[in-house]
């Protein structure tokens, strides 16, 4: 059973890291508010300066993954 636990999470994990690849247009590791509006259009100033824990006006990997945790930015189609 735990041989099965790792594949699924390595695959759950990696859904974020590719949907932040694909937003990441200059490919400098970050989001910014245009790059996350490209692919979530629906994501509101609001919501980015929220999902932005740090302040710095960029969505790191972290904040990406704890947004996509709690449902805020919904998986690539």
């Known amino acids: 059973m735990p041989r ?4 699924v999470l390595v695959l759950a994990s990696a859904a ?15 989001l910014t508010l245009d790059e996350v509006q490209a692919v979530w259009p629906d994501i ?6 929220y999902l932005d824990r740090d302040g710095d006006g960029l969505l790191g990997t972290e904040e990406i993954v704890v947004a996509r ?3 805020l930015l919904a998986e690539m189609r």
Do not use: C, Q, R, Y
């Open 69 to 71: 945790e709690n449902g």
């Open 44 to 49: 509101s100033i609001d919501t980015f300066l």
């Open 4 to 7: 099965l636990t790792l594949p």
């Open 16 to 30: 974020p890291a590719f949907a932040a690849e694909v937003a990441d247009v200059n490919s400098d590791g970050v």
